[in-house]
């Protein structure tokens, strides 16, 4: 991998479901940082007060980025706080997303957990082995937690005793609870159940219910239909505002 490239590149083409013709081509690393920023806007909406007002980002890449701004999108954000092992990444991350919410001031960290004791609402976003957050349970009451950085076996981003803190997992997809190292192996080392571990869809529809006051926790791995979807709303909406290129043959 090339440093200070993207993780995930590569482009999507959407084809006509019926015909199989091409009907558009996107790039395949926004498209995928845009349908993974709203799927973890959907996590804050529905695991958190809408009261909240400050959060922090873990991790100031692509996806860490998408992160904070669809956060902001559903929750009236008035401070960000932001933490990176690499420094170098946080004014370039002030000034685009300044561009977005101006009015949102963003406050660099020196150590995790002055992020997490400022923040309601914790978002992780990177590709770590061993867990970013420390682990230690007084700091985790009431707090939300959304983790999108794991996404093979070998990765972990949260403490065994964030695990033992909470009475309800959410996940994007049922296969997440065989991708991910960070619900692997608290189901393998019986920090969690998996009777615990519910799917997004459950809070939506309201089969599932979760206290505001609690600590909660949100983790997504992401599939092809999110890219689908998305892809087939951006193409739709595109026609009708008359914007792209058009190619014609």
Not at 33 to 61: C, F, K, Q
Not at 142 to 155: E, H, Q
Request: with cysteine; glycine share 10%; aromatic share 10%.
């Amino acid at each position: 991998m090339v440093k200070g490239k993207p993780v995930i590149n590569g482009i999507v083409i959407l084809n006509d479901a019926e015909t199989g013709e091409p009907l558009a081509v996107f790039n395949g690393a926004k498209l995928t940082a845009v349908r993974t920023g709203a799927v973890g806007g959907v996590g804050v909406r529905y695991l958190s007060d809408p009261s909240i007002n400050t959060a922090g980002i873990i991790g100031l890449g692509v996806q860490g980025f998408h992160q904070a701004i669809f956060a902001c999108a559903v929750r009236g954000i008035q401070k960000l706080y932001v933490y990176d092992t690499d420094p170098g990444t946080i004014e370039p991350f002030k000034e685009k997303f300044s561009l977005y919410y101006p009015r949102v001031t963003v406050e660099a960290v020196s150590f995790v957990t002055d992020l997490i004791k400022k923040s309601e609402l914790i978002v992780t976003a990177t590709t770590s082995k061993t867990p970013v957050i420390p682990d230690d349970k007084s700091l985790f009451s009431g707090k939300k937690f959304i983790g999108f950085g794991t996404y093979k076996p070998d990765m972990r981003e949260f403490p065994e005793s964030l695990f033992r803190s909470l009475e309800q997992i959410f996940i994007d997809t049922g296969h997440a609870l065989a991708e991910t190292g960070d619900l692997i192996d608290p189901l393998k080392q019986g920090w969690i159940r998996e009777d615990q571990v519910f799917t997004m869809g459950k809070l939506i529809m309201g089969e599932r219910k979760i206290d505001f006051s609690g600590t909660n926790l949100f983790k997504s791995v992401g599939m092809a239909l999110f890219d689908l979807v998305v892809s087939d709303f951006i193409y739709r909406e595109a026609k009708e505002q008359g914007i792209g290129t058009e190619v014609e043959i």
